[in-house]
């Protein structure tokens, strides 16, 4: 395995982490009677499937999870937590910045892998297709109509560029 595809995998089961924790950030806030809470705790499942299945690669492969997963763990919940006390769009919006920001990530990674690891490459392109669908549906929910939503959903796919880089090297 090359230090590029280690990478790669650090990144995304870091984000697949953070993914999870954002989810539990809104339900926490929101309950489950909150309009789309159903439909956040659906994704949240999703995303703890991608979660498990990033686990069992990196440990089958031999790669260390990025060190700042504690950092992930609090800044995800708080970010759930904050967009789900603005509102349900406020959270679909957060939803619609953090998917439309993966689904560039992944499919830059498909790019640069091209046919050297199958086995990841079609782990990110299903998960990409899963991606693009909490996307879609978070807009169809509302997203765009959330308080400030371009600076919102800018500020937020800021924050996910820089977990990117960060969770890649440390």
């Given at each position: 395995?090359?230090?590029k595809?280690?990478?790669?995998?650090?990144?995304d089961?870091?984000g697949?982490?953070?993914?999870?924790?954002?989810?539990?950030?809104?339900?926490?806030?929101?309950?489950?009677?909150?309009?789309?809470?159903?439909?956040?705790a659906a994704?949240?499942?999703?995303?703890?499937?991608?979660?498990k299945?990033?686990?069992e690669?990196?440990?089958?492969?031999?790669?260390?999870?990025?060190?700042?997963?504690?950092?992930?763990s609090?800044?995800?919940?708080?970010?759930?937590?904050?967009?789900?006390?603005?509102?349900p769009?406020?959270?679909?919006?957060?939803?619609?910045?953090?998917?439309?920001?993966?689904?560039?990530?992944?499919?830059?990674?498909?790019?640069?892998?091209?046919?050297?690891?199958?086995?990841?490459?079609?782990?990110?392109?299903?998960?990409?297709?899963?991606?693009?669908?909490?996307r879609?549906?978070?807009?169809?929910?509302?997203?765009?109509q959330?308080?400030?939503?371009?600076?919102?959903?800018?500020?937020?796919?800021?924050?996910?560029r820089a977990?990117?880089?960060?969770?890649?090297?440390?």
């Amino acid at each position: 395995m090359t230090a590029k595809t280690a990478a790669m995998l650090r990144v995304d089961q870091a984000g697949e982490y953070g993914a999870t924790r954002i989810y539990a950030g809104q339900l926490a806030v929101m309950g489950d009677r909150a309009p789309h809470a159903a439909e956040i705790a659906a994704m949240a499942a999703q995303e703890a499937d991608h979660r498990k299945r990033f686990d069992e690669l990196i440990a089958r492969r031999g790669v260390r999870p990025t060190a700042l997963q504690p950092v992930w763990s609090a800044a995800g919940f708080a970010l759930g937590a904050a967009t789900a006390l603005i509102g349900p769009k406020a959270a679909m919006a957060c939803t619609a910045a953090i998917e439309t920001e993966i689904d560039r990530h992944y499919t830059e990674q498909l790019d640069e892998l091209g046919d050297e690891d199958p086995e990841l490459a079609a782990m990110i392109r299903e998960f990409r297709d899963d991606e693009r669908e909490h996307r879609d549906a978070a807009l169809a929910a509302g997203a765009e109509q959330a308080p400030a939503y371009p600076v919102l959903f800018h500020a937020i796919r800021l924050g996910c560029r820089a977990a990117i880089a960060l969770s890649k090297r440390i």
